[in-house]
């Protein structure tokens, strides 16, 4: 997979921002690719306390771009612009007060194309590397929603399960009058695109379940019913799309089990990409595919979004800070 990806990087050279210039295990990624060459850092953080903390652990960042906000010389210009697209949400003191954190000012360093993309989240919280990026860098045009994605890999072969990480719910979304803008199935759809198209990025063949406790019409409910109307709504509105629903996790990987529920279906039983109904089954499926399957989870990968960005753990460690480098550039 990566080495897919590291040809993407050589072929359209790009620039990723870290948000936590100062961690070790940023720094050892960061001195990683500056010798690998294919991909180029830029480290926010105190100069000082970067260059002291690379050297403390023995890390060769030598010629990178080491960017603080407190000194940056363009930072009236940053603080104008974020002025603007908080549209009078925050006043030019609150855009500059939020410029002095990493967070958001990483993000806008993306959003002025000092950088392609971004990775954080090594000391923030899931909630401070995403506020950061729906205010500034917002999603993408006809995307009303920030989902995630993982990549699921166990030798050959190699998975993508969605939502995991980022919507709890999909409920009706309804205006001050209470009339409804946005259903709960057109949400649904919307991750299971998002998630497709990154599959089509790590080089997969999507086939895409849309994944319930009932399989074409054994089970009723509004859940069930949530599933099947998003699998008509991206059937709808993408027909070149290889995916179908509503059906359970045996159904949708078992070829015996799958075409005997659910006959001449393309997906049934050869699916290799699942939207999850929720974020409790997402994330319980992705670990148990993990802690039992055997395979190496990659993620969370952020869909929906204007330019790649991504969260790490706060528990990640060097190797995974640069894995997750490769994959945030490589969809830039």
Do not use: W
């Not at 895409?208 to 699998?231: F, I, N, Q």
């Not at 290889?242 to 997906?267: C, H, N, R, T, Y």
Request: proline share 4%.
């Amino acid at each position: 997979m990566f080495e897919n990806l590291v040809e993407i990087l050589k072929q359209n050279p790009r620039k990723i921002v870290y948000t936590e210039g100062s961690d070790a295990r940023i720094l050892e990624s960061a001195a990683r690719l500056k010798k690998d060459g294919f991909l180029t850092p830029v480290l926010v953080g105190n100069v000082e306390e970067v260059k002291a903390a690379a050297a403390k652990g023995g890390f060769d960042i030598e010629g990178l771009d080491i960017l603080d906000p407190m000194t940056y010389a363009g930072m009236d210009e940053m603080v104008e612009t974020m002025v603007a697209l908080r549209k009078g949400k925050m006043t030019a003191e609150d855009c500059r007060k939020n410029l002095q954190k990493g967070n958001y000012f990483g993000t806008m360093l993306v959003k002025m194309g000092v950088a392609d993309c971004l990775l954080g989240g090594a000391t923030y919280s899931t909630a401070d590397t995403v506020r950061p990026a729906l205010q500034l860098i917002k999603t993408k045009p006809g995307n009303t929603l920030v989902s995630s994605c993982f990549i699921m890999v166990r030798e050959d072969e190699m998975l993508a399960m969605g939502d995991c990480a980022i919507n709890i719910s999909y409920e009706d979304k309804k205006d001050k009058e209470g009339n409804v803008t946005q259903t709960a199935a057109e949400q649904l759809a919307e991750v299971a695109v998002e998630t497709e198209k990154t599959a089509r990025i790590f080089g997969m063949d999507p086939k895409v379940a849309m994944l319930s406790y009932s399989t074409h019409g054994s089970g009723k409910g509004h859940s069930v019913d949530v599933v099947r109307e998003a699998t008509e709504i991206v059937k709808a509105q993408h027909p070149e799309m290889k995916i179908d629903g509503e059906m359970q996790f045996d159904a949708a990987v078992s070829p015996e089990v799958g075409q005997l529920k659910f006959p001449g279906s393309p997906v049934a039983g050869y699916a290799n990409t699942f939207i999850f109904p929720e974020i409790q089954s997402g994330n319980i499926g992705y670990k148990i595919a993990a802690r039992l399957g055997g395979f190496a989870a990659y993620g969370p990968v952020l869909q929906g979004l204007n330019a790649p960005i991504n969260d790490l753990s706060r528990g990640c460690n060097a190797e995974e800070v640069y894995q997750m480098s490769i994959i945030t550039a490589a969809l830039a």
